[in-house]
């Protein structure tokens, strides 16, 4: 007996030192969204089950696109795991800079990855991002005011609806802007808003020969209206608020109106808000007699840069913070409404979240969100919010820095315009597109 229970210690001992051997500490790169905070709490739940360690990485979003591209093309090796999105995952990928999920277990079940989220992740048929959560864009406002200037927010509004409701509901005596809107500077961050608002008024980034549209009067009719829109109704110091200063604006009641990523629903009916009795939703804005909506498509998603040593550990990882179990973990301890939304088709599938007040319009907004035809006119690119090239990054940066710059009052919008085409037709020909 001594001897057949020493015996059975050794073993225990020897599993124990085994899976202490192949214990990893990982380091992720992310961004500062609530949704990645919210995951950075629930790191005890996968070290508990898989014994890794992670060691967080938590940056802003510029600046975290900044860091993660600089380590992948000089291939560092500082992350193990990097929060990237649509634009960098298929490009990324087809270079061979990232690990291929293509042997994800059963029981994650990549088929119930929603079918946007699945392709816009993936190059030639292969995912090579998980997505932790997806978005699209949509108007969040208040429906206090509204009833108060005797206006009814449709469905599908209108940009011009948006400015009568904004002018309505502004109340500087109050301190309420009647609309917030990002114009910080970054091609993901102001950048993209304005691309999306400029579908929204028929303008595009290039004609099919690649020559750059910003000289069009579709541009012109775009960024004079976001502009006066914003200098009437928007708040002081716009020109630097992006995506987490706005929610900030939202949450503590100064904002008639917010157009902006669909995730942060959660958040403006959530405990942070002060107005979360008062919030309704709908469909991104068009300009009158435009087809086009001002709806994005995005995901923040988890890749695996080539080359970690750590693959097996970091594979771990994204099964865990991408998977039905962790929404159920998030659902049973914050409730339904505060779960990563937009990634999968089961969501969307479950009773208690078609409750959540603004789950069906987010799922609407995705679905209307095509990135193969992003715009009136036609485009040899893919992309709503972005172009997905490698120039596009850091051309669209240099022309968001041009009308954050006319969003401050420091030139016209007419020279932020002629910036904007000269800077985009050199990048063009330098790269040998015309």
Not at 54 to 69: A, F, H
Not at 202 to 230: H, I
Not at 290 to 309: C, Y
Not at 349 to 372: G, H, W
């Amino acid at each position: 007996m001594y001897l057949r229970n020493a015996l059975r210690a050794a073993t225990a001992l020897s599993l124990v030192t085994v899976a202490a051997a192949q214990a990893e500490t990982i380091t992720i790169a992310t961004v500062n969204n609530g949704d990645m905070i919210r995951m950075q709490g629930y790191t005890d739940d996968f070290t508990a089950k898989t014994g890794h360690e992670v060691e967080w990485v938590t940056l802003e979003e510029n600046v975290l696109r900044q860091r993660v591209t600089t380590d992948i093309t000089t291939k560092g090796g500082q992350f193990d795991i990097m929060t990237i999105g649509m634009y960098e995952t298929p490009i990324w990928g087809a270079n061979d800079w990232l690990v291929a999920l293509d042997d994800l277990s059963a029981e994650y079940d990549v088929d119930d990855i929603l079918p946007a989220m699945r392709n816009g992740l993936s190059h030639d048929g292969t995912l090579f991002a998980a997505p932790f959560y997806g978005e699209s864009s949509m108007v969040m406002y208040r429906t206090d005011l509204m009833e108060a200037a005797g206006l009814e927010m449709p469905t599908a509004p209108t940009w011009q609806f948006i400015r009568e409701a904004a002018a309505a509901m502004d109340n500087p005596a109050e301190d309420i802007n009647g609309v917030c809107l990002r114009g910080k500077a970054g091609w993901g961050e102001g950048g993209a808003f304005i691309t999306v608002t400029g579908n929204s008024f028929g303008a595009r980034w290039f004609d099919e020969d690649w020559n750059a549209q910003f000289d069009q009067p579709e541009w012109k009719a775009a960024l004079d209206f976001y502009v006066n829109l914003m200098n009437d109704y928007g708040p002081e110091g716009y020109a630097t608020n992006g995506f987490n200063e706005n929610l900030s604006l939202f949450n503590q009641g100064k904002c008639g109106m917010w157009i902006d990523a669909t995730v942060a629903a959660s958040f403006v009916t959530g405990d942070d808000s002060t107005v979360a009795d008062h919030v309704g939703f709908a469909l991104a804005p068009n300009a009158e007699g435009v087809e086009k909506r001002a709806n994005w498509l995005w995901a923040w998603a988890l890749a695996i840069p080539a080359g970690t040593q750590k693959e097996a550990a970091a594979k771990e990882f994204i099964e865990w913070a991408t998977s039905k179990d962790y929404i159920e973990l998030v659902a049973a301890n914050e409730g339904w409404a505060n779960v990563p939304p937009g990634a999968r088709t089961s969501l969307y599938e479950t009773p208690e979240y078609q409750e959540v007040p603004f789950a069906q319009m987010t799922l609407d907004s995705i679905n209307a969100a095509d990135p193969t035809n992003p715009t009136v006119k036609p485009v040899p690119y893919v992309g709503i919010q972005f172009v997905a090239i490698p120039e596009f990054a850091g051309m669209a940066t240099e022309v968001s820095q041009e009308f954050s710059a006319a969003y401050a009052g420091q030139q016209t919008v007419d020279e932020a315009l002629a910036k904007a085409q000269a800077i985009t037709n050199e990048t063009m020909e330098a790269a040998g597109y015309r």
